[in-house]
């Protein structure tokens, strides 16, 4: 068995979780508060926590521990310059998603108070703000995973 490529593929998979749930989380969180439809806000700011706990948070840990086990076998690569771009966009990524999940928190604990709409409005802005810096980030991470490129 080839270890590199078991790792590579396990980086890949974690890369398409993240993305993917980070999309749909994005998109049902957003439709189930502009519904204004409390029991629908209330159940989607429940479930947004928890998937955003169950399948990012598992898909991140699988993509360090992927990474650092193809540095192991590849430690040159520590000095690529596509390298370390990617390890330092992937990092402000993780520092915007660490205040977009205190946010969700927010948000569903102002899903069951009627008298919380404008707090609730700006933790939705501040929210989608920070998903939208994080989402072009992480399809730049994965453009230089992919393409390798030499500076």
């Not at 749909?24 to 629908?40: C, F, H, K, M, P």
């Amino acid at each position: 068995m080839n270890y590199y490529l078991a790792l590579k593929t396990l980086h890949i998979l974690c890369a398409i979780i993240v993305l993917g749930t980070g999309t749909g989380i994005a998109w049902y969180t957003l439709r189930g508060w502009l519904s204004g439809d409390s029991q629908v806000i209330q159940w989607v700011s429940k479930e947004t926590v928890r998937a955003d706990w169950i399948f990012t948070g598992s898909a991140v840990l699988g993509l360090l521990g992927s990474a650092l086990g193809m540095l192991v076998i590849n430690p040159a690569w520590i000095e690529q310059t596509w390298l370390q771009l990617a390890a330092g966009l992937t990092l402000a990524v993780f520092l915007l998603w660490l205040p977009v999940v205190y946010l969700q928190y927010q948000l569903r604990a102002h899903a069951n108070q009627e008298n919380s709409h404008s707090q609730i409005r700006w933790i939705m802005r501040t929210w989608c703000l920070l998903g939208a810096l994080a989402f072009p980030l992480t399809i730049a991470i994965v453009y230089l995973m992919v393409s390798k490129p030499s500076f």
